[in-house]
């Protein structure tokens, strides 16, 4: 992913004239932290932090705990926040953090134990004016909670705004849960409208989590001729071109149910999935789900990165061969650190806004970063992909 990553900069910076130096200076990181988190059942666990870029505001993005993370990993996924909050045009850098860690084998003290003590082993190089963490991958309100009463201990800050994506009684904002799923609604909207793609459309999604979970509700409750043919969860899922309700899978995945076992459509893995006769992929699940071995099989028209990295380089640019369109993650899926934003903003003013202004900030942000990407894509004839790292460059460079 971060090769992936830095290609995609690499592209883009040299259409834009950028020198190997100015080049070189967008893919470095400013800080990386390492270190261990021991667990006082004597479990030990490396933590991270990699902070990337903080020339448009304080560092901003996710702590992930997955069993995956390391260096390469956080890097790529601090990169890719600079360009996201570039792009969305919000005052806000990049950066990311992470534990190698599979949180569903931790019991609720452990989980607890191991989030103060990444705050402890951090707190120093983190704050609401130098980096601003959030939930990612296996972390939520819950933990961030947990994470801003250490941050508290540990210096005293009562503003709340050292972190986002708290819970709503603990400072975080209306909206924030549903935010990143929601603006995945707002960006395939209007890129379609772009398009001229007004018919009914079909959508297959790959993974059920937080992100697409919000977005194949809100998608269900906004868009009548948005039709979700397929979903699967990492147990596989269930196709039905008649087409599948999003309110009956999401009852069934918070019972506890694995998709692959709903019990309308036929059953699909997740490799079917990628390869259905749809007009829409969306792909919310884990990075490299895309890549060159599947890529020849994607016959949708276009596809839409709700999760982070989920299609290699080689695999975009084989796909852009075909004129396949590929969302990238730094547009499709911004509408979590967005709202984030909003966040921080509310906490830095001890307010706390209505939902329905909160989702009207975020409509307003994305319409115009998705507009501004569009353009560029027309303009300069490239994919829309190098178009929104394009964009991200020319505010990170200004
Ligand atoms: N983890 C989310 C992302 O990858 C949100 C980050 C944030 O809100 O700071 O964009």
């Known amino acids: 992913m971060l090769d992936s990553a830095q290609k995609l900069i690499r592209d883009a910076g040299g259409k834009l004239g950028l020198g190997d130096e100015q080049i070189e200076a967008l893919i470095s990181t400013n800080a990386e932290h ?15 932090r990699v902070q990337h870029n903080n020339k448009r505001g304080p560092y901003k993005g996710g702590i ?40 569903k084998k931790l019991s609720e003290e452990a989980l607890e134990e191991l989030s103060r003590k990444y705050v402890k082993g951090l707190y120093k190089n983190i704050g609401p004016d130098k980096d601003v963490p959030a939930p990612d991958v296996n972390t939520n309100a819950k933990i961030i909670d947990w994470m801003v009463d250490e941050y508290e201990k540990q210096t005293g ?13 603990n400072g975080g904002s209306l909206g ?21 793609i007004n018919g009914p459309i079909t959508i297959a999604m790959q993974g059920w989590g937080n992100v697409g979970s919000y977005f194949a509700l809100i998608s269900e409750a ?18 039905d071109t008649a087409g599948l309700s999003a309110k009956e899978l999401d009852k069934y995945k918070k019972s506890r149910g694995r998709l692959v076992e709903f019990k309308k ?12 006769d749809v007009d829409v992929l969306v792909l919310a699940a884990l990075e490299d789900a895309v890549n060159n071995d599947n890529q020849p099989k994607i016959k949708a028209k276009l596809i839409l990165e709700l ?62 970063a998705a507009d501004k990407v569009y353009m560029r894509m027309k303009k300069e004839n490239i994919p829309l992909k ?5 964009e991200a460059i020319v505010k990170l460079t200004s």
């Open 222 to 239: 906004d868009h009548a001729d948005w039709k979700l043919v397929a979903a699967t969860d990492s147990s596989g899922g269930r196709y």
């Open 34 to 48: 390492k270190f261990e988190i021991a667990l006082t059942n004597g479990e030990k666990y490396q933590a991270f």
């Open 307 to 368: 999760a982070n990295g989920p299609v290699t380089y080689d695999a975009y640019r084989s796909l852009s061969g075909r004129d396949i369109i590929d969302v990238p993650d730094i547009l499709a899926n911004a509408g979590g650190v967005v709202v984030s934003y909003l966040e921080w903003v509310q906490n830095k003013k001890s307010e706390q806004w209505p939902e329905d202004r909160v989702n009207r900030e975020l409509e307003n942000y994305l319409a115009k």
């Open 176 to 196: 924030r849960d549903a935010a990143t799923g929601r603006g995945g609604v707002i960006v395939l909207r209007e890129i379609l409208n772009k398009l001229s």
């Open 265 to 276: 459509g036929k059953e699909i893995t997740n490799e079917d999935l990628i390869g259905l």
């Open 64 to 103: 992930r705990f997955h069993p995956q993370v390391d260096y390469d990993e956080v890097r790529a996924l601090a990169t890719l926040m600079s360009f996201k909050t570039a792009v969305s045009g919000i005052p806000m850098g990049g950066g990311k953090g992470g534990v190698a860690v599979d949180p």
């Open 386 to 390: 190098e178009a929104a790292f394009a």
């Open 157 to 169: 800050d009562k503003t709340k705004a050292s972190f986002t994506g708290k819970s709503i009684e």
